[in-house]
């Protein structure tokens, strides 16, 4: 069996070994040339430049004519009156979730509709994604639909449907009673929109539950119900003791996964950063002190501005939460908590709002158009713990591109209309 396995390997070549499907032969390799280039982790643009490609990977980027030079039989893709850049990364995404702006909107979704249909419009969310840039989505849990974002991503990577690279969550936890669906009717019992974990034995066995079908990242819910008190701080009530949060964090460490934590208020940010989180998703209450555990202890924030703000006719704390949110976007840049750009998508209709939105409301909050772009690109491949394959254009990772014709250095919105897109050295758009 062993010697099988082996020549199947060499038969097929390195790629079968990762478990891909085999190259029906060597395809011939790409030259894009850049007219700019922002390659995700420079601080300035590039003018001419030419990027090679072989297969899914970049091989060389340099001078046009440098890097010509070394493939003179490659097939030719002119992008030289437009502006490439990476692959755009959302790290806050929900697949199965198509806008909840009220109660309704979400219980329609987890009593109405079935898991099966919910994926059929996942997949289509993934290429909606695709076709607007982003080449890669970290999907931060499924609102009650399982593992169905395992399913999307299957097929995405199978080549059965167009659509982003996904990093999965599956269906993130929460203690009982401290996520909808509730009712006061005692008598049945509702779907959930993620899965109910009570104490810290349970916590493990959730996180093993859900890495055995497929999450490549924990989420948890550390918070809700969330109050201003009278000095401007944003308090919250959290949903698990210390000892459950870090049992959560705890396993999935072990299991070789990252924990994304939903923590609005300080209490939910602070219990978060105590159970030792990678990131904290929204974050709107953070502190100067809490930003400073951030820095020490690498924890990303993910700030999902377009939700925010697509949210506020809830009316409620909502309004304040985006202004609060503004003021601490400011005060985290000069401290230097890395940001991560994510939206949180499916909270507000993919149909309708671009996710690229995000990058304009960073600027608007102080990034300048480049830290802005980084956050979408390298900063969240970091995040993700992919910098050798994921969020810069640079030899030896995914050639995942984008281009558009104006210069978004000049105006951030002109990655609202991007043109072309690629992933893994495919053409899914070219306009
Ligand atoms: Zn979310």
């Known amino acids: 069996m062993r010697r099988l396995s082996l020549l199947l390997t060499i038969l097929a070549g390195p790629r079968a070994a990762q478990g891909q499907a085999p190259a029906a032969s060597t395809p011939q390799p790409i030259l894009i040339k850049a007219g700019r280039l922002i390659d995700g982790r420079a601080a300035q643009a590039q003018a001419n ?3 090679l490609i072989d297969g899914e990977r970049i091989r060389a980027v340099g001078p046009l004519a ?25 790290a806050h995404t929900h697949l199965l979730l198509q806008g909840d702006i009220t109660n309704q909107e979400y219980e329609d979704q987890l009593l109405k509709e079935s898991i099966p249909y919910r994926a059929i419009l996942g997949a289509r969310n993934a290429r909606i994604a695709l076709e607007h840039g982003f080449t890669t989505l970290r999907d931060v849990e499924t609102e009650g639909a399982m593992y169905a974002d395992v399913d999307v991503k299957l097929a995405v990577n199978r080549g059965e449907v167009p659509g982003s690279r996904i990093f999965a969550s599956t269906r993130a936890m929460a203690p009982t009673g401290m996520y909808p669906i509730g009712t006061p009717n005692w008598e049945i019992e509702l779907p959930h929109g993620v899965q109910t974990v009570d104490g810290v034995d ?5 996180v093993r539950e859900q890495v055995q079908h497929g999450a ?17 701080v944003l308090h919250s009530w959290v949903n698990f003791t210390d ?45 100067d002190s809490l930003m400073d555990v951030m820095v020490r202890n690498n924890v990303y924030w993910v700030p999902t501005v377009t939700v925010g703000v697509h949210v506020m006719p809830r009316g409620g704390v909502w309004p304040a939460l985006v202004a609060l949110e503004r003021r601490a976007f400011g005060r985290a840049l000069r401290k230097g908590v890395k940001i991560a750009l994510g939206t949180d998508v ?20 102080g990034m300048t158009p480049m830290q802005a772009i980084q956050s979408g690109t390298s900063v969240a491949a970091a995040l993700l713990g992919q910098e050798q394959n994921l969020g810069a254009v640079a030899p030896g990772l995914y050639a995942d591109l984008v281009a558009v014709s104006g210069d978004p250095l000049r105006d951030i919105t002109e990655l609202q209309r991007v043109k072309f897109v690629m992933k893994g050295g495919t053409v899914y758009l070219s306009q």
């Open 49 to 51: 430049v030419g990027i």
């Open 66 to 90: 440098q890097v010509q030079a070394q493939a003179p039989t490659a097939r030719v893709i002119d992008l030289s009156q437009m502006t490439v850049l990476p692959g755009f990364i959302d």
């Open 202 to 206: 349970n916590a493990r066995l959730a």
């Open 216 to 232: 490549d990242w924990i989420k948890y819910y550390s918070d809700r119900r969330y109050f201003f008190t009278p000095d401007s």
């Open 243 to 287: 000892d459950e949060a870090r049992a959560i964090v705890d396993e999935t460490h072990r299991l070789g996964r990252k924990a994304a934590a939903h923590a609005i208020g300080s209490d939910g940010i602070a219990a978060a950063l105590r159970a030792g989180v990678n990131s904290i998703e929204h974050g709107d209450g953070l502190t």
């Open 346 to 365: 499916g909270g507000f209709p993919w149909t309708e709002i671009n996710q690229a939105k995000e990058f304009e409301y960073y600027v608007q909050y």
